[in-house]
Structures are given as C-alpha cells and as structure tokens.
C-alpha cells in the first residue's frame, strides 16, 4: 500500500477477557490476506516494566520475542496468527514509559519543565505507538490497550488515542469491543452495558469508529440497528463476535462479519485485493477432521491454570492438525506426582511433555514423570526446565549421581550436573537479565533433532540461567545421553537425547515460541508423531459411537 500507515486502536469495554487479542489478531489475519503488511502491538496499563517479573498465577505465560523481550501472551496470539515475528517495541507497559520519561528527565532532557501525565507520559505513549509505523514497513499498526475502559490506569492511553486520533484524522481508526450480555429469564441480550462503555470512552473523547459485540448467542434482528444509534456509529460497523469452538475460526467469522472491509472503508482504502485464507482453511480442515487421536500428558506446575502453557497448548494443536490427529492433553500436576502412583497418572498415555519452570516448587514430579517415560519406551520431549531434569534424572538413576541436581535447587549439591552460567553469576537484578530471545545452535549429523529440523544450523529462543555443566559431557555421553545440539560460539548444551528410546529429547530452549499456524514447529510434529507411533487409535465417527 502507498501512503502513510495507519494505526488502528482496539479498546475493551464492559469487563476484561473478552479476547481483544484475538480480535485484533483476526483482524490483522484478514488485512495480511489482502496482502497488506501489519504488525500488532500490546500496551500494558501496569507498573511492572515487562513482564518477566510476574508470576504466571498473575498473567499467564511470559512470550519471548526473537530480540529477547519478555511480554504478555497476545504476542504468542499475534505471531502464531501473522507468522511474522515481533519485537520489544510491540509490548510496551506503563512501567517502560514511565521509565523512559524518568530517565530523560535524569539526563536533563526536559529542559527545566515540570514533567507530567499530560503531554510528557502521552507524549511518549504516542511514540511508542508510531515507533512501529515509523519503520515505514507496515501498512497497519494495530494497537491492543490492556485493560478496560473507565480503569484509571488505562486513563493516559485513551488521552494518547484521543489526540493521535485527532492530529492523524482519517489515518487512524477506533474499535471497542464490548459483552452483550444474555439474561437467561428473558431470553434476551442486552443492549445497555455497550451503550454505557461507549458513553464512558465518549467523556474521553474518543469516539469509536467499529464495535464489536462478544456474544453468547446470535444478535437479535435490530439490535445492530440500535446499537449503531445510540452510539454514533453505522450500523455495518456493529460487528457480532460470538463465542467460537477455537481461536482459530475468528477469522473467518470476523471475515464473514465484514470486519476488515469496514475497517478498510472508514479508512478510505479502496481497490484492494480479495481476501486469500486457502492456507489457513486448510489447516482449519486438517484441525477440525483428524484421522486418528492421541493422549499425550503435559506435565506443570501450574496446569490449573492452562494460560501458563499457552503457546505449548497452541504448538501441540498445530503439530496435531499437521499430523491431522486429534491431541487429548492431560494436564498432570507436578506436585502431585510421586513414585508410587506415576504409573497410575501417566499409564496409557502416548507421549509426556514435561514443561519449563522456575525454582523448587514439583520438581521431583517431573523427575518421576521423566523416569517412567524413559524407562517404559513413552515418547518425551522435555523443555528447558523439563529439559534440566531430564539430565539430573539420568544422573541420578543411569549414572547412579544420587546427589545429581540443579545449583538452581540445590547449591551445596556435590553434582551440580545444571548450573549457572558464568555471566549470570554477577547479576542481581531480575528483570530481563536471563539469556534471553534467539541463540544459535548447531546439531549433531545423524541425531533425531537433526533428522526433525532437516538441517544442522538452527536457532531458538531461551529464556533460563542454568546450564548444563559440560563438565559432565562424557561421563553422560558414554551413559548414552548425548548432546546433540550445542551453541557454536558458547559450546552451552542446547539439547540432549537419549538413544535406545524411540523418541526422547530435551531442548534448553522454547521451541513453542516460533510454532505457528503456517508453521508448526518440526519438534512438535515430530513429537506428535512418535506418540502416535506408540499408540494412536482411529478416530470413532459419530455413528460409530452411537452405535457402541
Ligand atoms: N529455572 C530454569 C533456569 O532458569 C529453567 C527456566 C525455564 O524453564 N524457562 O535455567
């Protein structure tokens, strides 16, 4: 697209979760298959300067970009909907605003002036915003404000839209997306809280171009018509988003909703090409009409709250639409797990996933879950984590290292077969200080990740402190696990296998970041794959099962 890029603001009303992010994703889905270039950012109304820092009880996974940065889980959203990757500038929390303004103020920046909210903090949430459109590669910035509107913290942001809305003009677009909610003893959605929300974002000033409605149950006929009266908009830009079986029919549904052709109009764009999905059908048919399914076991710590795992879940799902099988996934509580009843929680399953984590909380648990798929055969894929105690569980019982741990867990161990790397040891702050975003790696010729991947040199994204401790390379080696990954300048262990397994290997890093829709990532198919092998059944088509 020639001209300036145009930025597209998406708020939320009424109450949170209502899935901006995928929203937004959806929409940048359908703008991409027109072939225009779009990029999605996130802005985080809280005080933490990234993410990195926040327990997952608080805000689900922590997403790694290629460059290192530590954000909220949208961007796993936006990247595994876009296939392009992001970066630090699509995450921004009022905690790096703040920060930044700060530190001009410190160097003197500000010449004397009394620093405020307004214009210095909008100032530099405006540049935030534009820093994106600057790179003068995207045709579309979409921008994703956390929080609700009338929330105080989120109250600079909606100054921020406001002005940029009004110095860009026709350059810039708004869209709410709020609940009709269904009142069971009338049988009816309700039309009040949306009119509310948008009076709420109107006293700001911000007047919404689109809404969008989440729904339980299909819109009346007229209530678009009275939305779009009460609130200023056209009825065409009162789109309908009801609840969907996966994330990933959104599109289609926003598509068949005229989201994108609305969005295009209000911004004046015209002549643009047909949408083209034919890649994201396909993946949809393959998702939603397996041949065979699989029970696989994803073993956490926080599996309670499956947000923790999010872009694990979505990879697995991915890589089982590719191997076209259905995926069930037991979610397995690490702590819960002890010698005695393993078997009873992992039997029968095809295949064990043992999840990253941080500190001491259920890690014996996973040490058992690693034994019992390595001794009876069961495909494993470890992650980072996962990874570090599928090598101290092998110390402990292969190589008979009874004291074999992480310096992590233990830092008296007399076996510190993980430890911590040598520039982390003087680190005493804790954010963003891990090694952190894309790493090179090269494979071992002949070894099964090189066999999964296709070729030598790869790279991947970490986010960990702890090493294997190549002091123990050979000894491991001989014993029959072997590195068959490492960094080529570092020589850091990025991955183990076992051999005389069918399928046992742990990565240092987070292969879940870079799976995608367009590509799911070669370590999970390959996975999934290995545990059909062990044990897929044809999926029972429903006559089937009636008749059963
Ligand atoms: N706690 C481990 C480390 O810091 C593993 C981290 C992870 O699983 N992401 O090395």
């Known amino acids: 697209m020639t001209g300036s890029t145009k930025y597209i ?12 992010g995928i929203i937004s994703a959806s929409l940048a889905k359908l703008l991409q298959a027109r072939g225009f270039t779009v990029t999605i950012q996130k802005l985080d109304p809280y005080i933490n300067v990234d993410p990195g820092t926040l327990n997952p009880y608080e805000h689900g996974e922590c997403f790694v970009t290629e460059d290192g940065a530590e954000t909220d889980l949208d961007l796993g959203h936006y990247e595994r909907f876009l296939d392009v990757p992001t970066s630090k500038a699509n995450n921004v929390t009022t905690g790096r605003i703040y920060q930044n303004v700060i530190n001009k103020e410190r160097r003197g920046e500000y010449l004397g002036k009394t620093v405020q909210v307004i214009p ?5 949430i405006k540049a935030q915003i534009q820093a994106l459109g600057r790179k003068g590669i995207y045709d579309f910035v979409i921008t994703e404000v956390g929080g609700t509107v ?33 009142l069971g003893t009338t049988g009816e959605l309700k039309t009040k809280p949306t009119q509310h929300s948008v009076k709420e974002l109107l006293s700001l000033g911000v007047q919404p171009d689109v809404l969008v409605c989440r729904t339980e149950h299909p819109m009346q006929k007229g209530m678009k018509e009275k939305i779009a009266l009460f609130c200023n908009v056209d009825a065409n ?46 993946f949809l048919r393959r998702y939603k ?12 710590k926080y599996v309670e709250l499956k947000d923790a795992y999010k872009s694990i879940k979505e990879a697995l799902e991915h890589a089982g639409a590719e191997n076209e099988c259905k995926l069930h996934i037991k979610w397995v509580h690490s702590e819960k797990l002890t010698a005695k009843n393993v078997a009873k929680h992992l039997g029968g399953l095809s295949g064990i996933l043992v999840a990253p984590g941080f500190g001491h909380r259920g890690i014996e648990g996973k040490i ?40 992590e867990m233990n830092a008296d161990t007399t076996h ?24 090179a790696c090269k494979l071992t010729e002949g070894s099964t990740v090189h066999k999964v991947y296709g070729r030598k040199d790869i790279s991947e994204r970490h986010r960990h402190r702890y090493e294997f401790n190549n002091a123990y390379i050979d000894m491991y080696k001989k014993a029959g696990m072997s590195a068959t990954g490492t960094n080529p300048q570092t020589k850091l262990v990025e991955i183990v296998e076992v051999k005389d397994h069918p399928w046992f290997v742990g990565v240092q890093f987070h292969p879940e970041y870079r799976s995608t829709v367009a590509r799911p990532h070669p370590l999970f198919v390959h996975f999934v794959k290995a545990a059909m092998q062990q044990g897929a059944t044809p999926v029972k088509r429903e006559a089937e099962v009636q008749q059963a």
């Open 416 to 439: 510190p077969v993980i430890a911590m790397m040598e520039e982390q040891k003087a680190i005493e702050n804790k954010g963003g200080t891990m090694r952190l975003g894309a790493y």
């Open 150 to 182: 009338g929330d105080i913290e989120s109250l600079p942001y909606v100054e921020a839209i406001r002005q940029l809305k009004w110095q860009k003009g026709r350059d810039c677009l708004a869209i709410h997306l709020t609940l009709l909610p269904y």
């Open 237 to 282: 830009a009162v789109i309908e988003s009801r609840d969907a079986d996966t994330i990933y029919d959104v599109p289609l549904m926003m598509q068949a909703e005229g989201l994108d052709q609305v969005v295009l109009q209000k911004l004046g764009i015209a002549g643009y090409p047909e949408v083209d999905l034919r890649a994201w059908h396909d």
């Open 120 to 124: 210095h903090i909008t100032d530099e």
């Open 9 to 20: 603001f998406v708020t939320g009303g009424v109450t949170s979760s209502l899935g901006k």
């Open 289 to 300: 009409h397996p041949a065979s399914e699989v029970h696989i076991g994803l073993v956490g």
């Open 368 to 407: 058992e879950a690693i034994k019992y798929a390595r001794e009876n055969r069961i495909p494993f894929l470890g992650i980072c984590l996962g990874m570090q105690m599928a090598v101290i569980e092998f110390g402990r019982h292969v190589l008979g290292l009874a004291d074999a741990n992480s310096t």
